[in-house]
C-alpha cells in the first residue's frame, strides 16, 4: 500500500490518482485566469493608458504555463488510464510518436511520483498523488464554493469519483 495517511486506508487506482492532479491543476488554471477578469479601478489612466504596463501580460504568460501543466496532466490521465499513444496522437492530430516524445517525460514524472526513489524530493504533488484523499476533498470545498446556479455536483463532486483499487490486484 502507498503511504501512511488517510488516503493509505483506502487505495485509489493510478488512473485516479492521475486524475485528481489534473482535476487540481484545472483548479490552479481556473483560479489564476478568473482573477485576470476583474477590471481594476486603478488599472487604467484616465486617458486610457495602462499604469503598469506589462502586469497583465506577465499574468496571461503564468495562465499559460498552468494551461501547459493542465494539457499534461491530462495527457498523463488518458495514458494512466489505458489510452495508447495511438489515440492520444489522434486526438491531438500528431503522429503517436509525436505524441509519445511530447508527454513521456510528464508520465515518467507521475509514475516516479507514486513510486519514489529513496531520497528523492516529495513536494506538493508527490504528496497528492500518495494521499489523494485528503486533496480530493479540498477539490470538493473548491466545486462546491464555485458550483453554477443550475449544477448540481452532488456532496463529493471529486471524491466521489475516485475509483479505489481492487486490492486483489
Do not use: K, Q
Given at each position: 500500500?502507498?503511504?501512511?495517511?488517510?488516503?493509505?486506508?483506502?487505495?485509489?487506482?493510478?488512473?485516479?490518482?492521475?486524475r485528481l492532479v489534473m482535476a487540481y491543476e484545472a483548479c490552479l488554471l481556473a483560479e489564476l485566469a478568473r482573477a485576470a477578469v476583474p477590471i481594476g479601478e486603478h488599472e487604467l489612466r484616465p486617458d486610457?493608458?495602462?499604469?503598469?504596463?506589462?502586469?497583465?501580460?506577465?499574468?496571461?504568460?503564468?495562465?499559460?504555463?498552468?494551461?501547459?501543466?493542465?494539457?499534461?496532466?491530462?495527457?498523463?490521465?488518458?495514458?494512466?488510464?489505458?489510452?495508447?499513444?495511438?489515440?492520444?496522437?489522434?486526438?491531438?492530430?500528431?503522429?503517436?510518436?509525436?505524441?509519445?516524445?511530447?508527454?513521456?517525460?510528464?508520465?515518467?514524472?507521475?509514475?516516479?511520483?507514486?513510486?519514489?526513489?529513496?531520497?528523492?524530493?516529495?513536494?506538493?504533488?508527490?504528496?497528492?498523488?500518495?494521499?489523494?484523499?485528503?486533496?480530493?476533498?479540498?477539490?470538493?470545498?473548491?466545486?462546491?464554493?464555485?458550483?453554477?446556479?443550475?449544477?448540481?455536483?452532488?456532496?463529493?463532486?471529486?471524491?466521489?469519483?475516485?475509483?479505489?483499487?481492487?486490492?486483489?490486484?
Amino acid at each position: 500500500m502507498i503511504g501512511s495517511g488517510p488516503g493509505a486506508t483506502t487505495p485509489y487506482s493510478n488512473a485516479a490518482r492521475a486524475r485528481l492532479v489534473m482535476a487540481y491543476e484545472a483548479c490552479l488554471l481556473a483560479e489564476l485566469a478568473r482573477a485576470a477578469v476583474p477590471i481594476g479601478e486603478h488599472e487604467l489612466r484616465p486617458d486610457g493608458t495602462i499604469r503598469a504596463p506589462g502586469t497583465e501580460l506577465a499574468h496571461a504568460a503564468r495562465v499559460l504555463a498552468l494551461a501547459e501543466r493542465f494539457f499534461e496532466a491530462a495527457a498523463v490521465f488518458e495514458r494512466v488510464g489505458g489510452a495508447g499513444w495511438p489515440v492520444i496522437g489522434d486526438v491531438l492530430d500528431v503522429p503517436p510518436e509525436t505524441a509519445r516524445m511530447r508527454f513521456a517525460e510528464s508520465e515518467a514524472t507521475f509514475w516516479r511520483l507514486l513510486h519514489p526513489v529513496t531520497g528523492e524530493p516529495g513536494g506538493l504533488r508527490a504528496h497528492m498523488v500518495r494521499e489523494p484523499l485528503e486533496f480530493a476533498l479540498d477539490l470538493d470545498d473548491w466545486v462546491l464554493r464555485h458550483r453554477d446556479g443550475d449544477s448540481d455536483p452532488g456532496p463529493a463532486p471529486v471524491s466521489g469519483g475516485l475509483v479505489r483499487s481492487d486490492p486483489r490486484r
